[in-house]
């Protein structure tokens, strides 16, 4: 790896995000393909089929720069979105836990300083995640680093994604769950599967 194995790990996780999206798409794609070939072959005549797979073609022409532009793309947008969700919320874990200090010493707080403690953490942590992978593009000079590399390397970053995105669903649940945890405190708790 890199000098900067943050900026490296957040850009090969973006990046592997990215290629998820579009194989879902294409998956997609083949899916109501073959619905429109059936229904073709089924219901149209050669003169409307011929006028369908013609309006297809075009229309995957116009649209290819909208949902595979690296820049401006749909899908580089949703992979920017998911990244910035998934890293954030290990964030939020440490707020709640915060929140749940704060509440178990001093008691009920104002939702002021409420707010200001839960939205802090995460504003902090967002600062770097953005300046590695978002300021100055970025991500697309690690994009053609990443594009040339091997299979191994691919499969290995898949695996590495998708730990890191369900760490960060079960990292945000497990924060709200130590917030009433710690506010309530664990002797006061008396679940029916426990």
Same mark, same amino acid.
């Given at each position: 790896?890199?000098?900067?194995?943050?900026?490296?790990? =957040? #850009?090969?996780?973006?990046?592997?995000? &990215?290629?998820? *999206?579009?194989?879902?798409?294409?998956?997609? *794609? +083949?899916?109501?393909?073959?619905?429109?070939?059936?229904?073709?072959?089924?219901?149209? $005549? @050669?003169?409307? +089929?011929?006028?369908?797979?013609?309006?297809?073609? #075009?229309?995957? +022409?116009?649209?290819?720069?909208?949902?595979? #532009?690296?820049?401006?793309?749909?899908?580089?947008?949703?992979?920017?979105?998911?990244?910035?969700?998934?890293? =954030?919320?290990? /964030?939020?874990?440490? /707020?709640?836990?915060?929140?749940?200090?704060?509440?178990?010493?001093?008691?009920?707080? $104002?939702?002021?300083?409420?707010?200001?403690?839960?939205? $802090?953490?995460?504003?902090?942590?967002?600062?770097?995640? #953005?300046?590695?992978?978002? /300021?100055?593009?970025?991500?697309?000079?690690?994009?053609?680093?990443?594009? @040339?590399?091997? +299979? /191994?390397?691919?499969?290995?970053?898949?695996?590495?994604?998708?730990?890191?995105?369900?760490?960060?669903?079960?990292?945000?649940?497990?924060?709200?769950?130590?917030?009433?945890?710690?506010?309530?405190? &664990?002797?006061?708790?008396?679940?029916?599967?426990?």
């Amino acid at each position: 790896m890199r000098d900067d194995r943050f900026e490296y790990f =957040l #850009n090969a996780v973006h990046y592997c995000i &990215w290629r998820g *999206d579009i194989r879902v798409r294409l998956f997609f *794609d +083949k899916i109501m393909g073959g619905f429109l070939l059936v229904f073709a072959t089924i219901f149209l $005549s @050669k003169k409307y +089929k011929a006028r369908l797979y013609a309006h297809v073609v #075009n229309h995957e +022409k116009e649209t290819y720069d909208y949902f595979y #532009n690296k820049k401006t793309g749909f899908h580089i947008n949703w992979a920017h979105y998911r990244l910035i969700v998934f890293y =954030l919320c290990y /964030s939020a874990c440490i /707020s709640f836990l915060l929140e749940g200090i704060l509440f178990r010493v001093f008691g009920l707080i $104002s939702p002021i300083i409420f707010g200001i403690i839960l939205i $802090s953490p995460i504003w902090l942590f967002y600062i770097p995640a #953005n300046k590695a992978v978002f /300021s100055d593009d970025r991500y697309l000079k690690y994009f053609k680093e990443f594009e @040339k590399m091997d +299979k /191994s390397w691919h499969r290995k970053w898949v695996m590495i994604t998708w730990a890191f995105c369900v760490g960060g669903i079960l990292a945000f649940f497990g924060g709200i769950i130590a917030l009433f945890a710690i506010a309530i405190g &664990w002797s006061n708790v008396h679940l029916p599967f426990l």
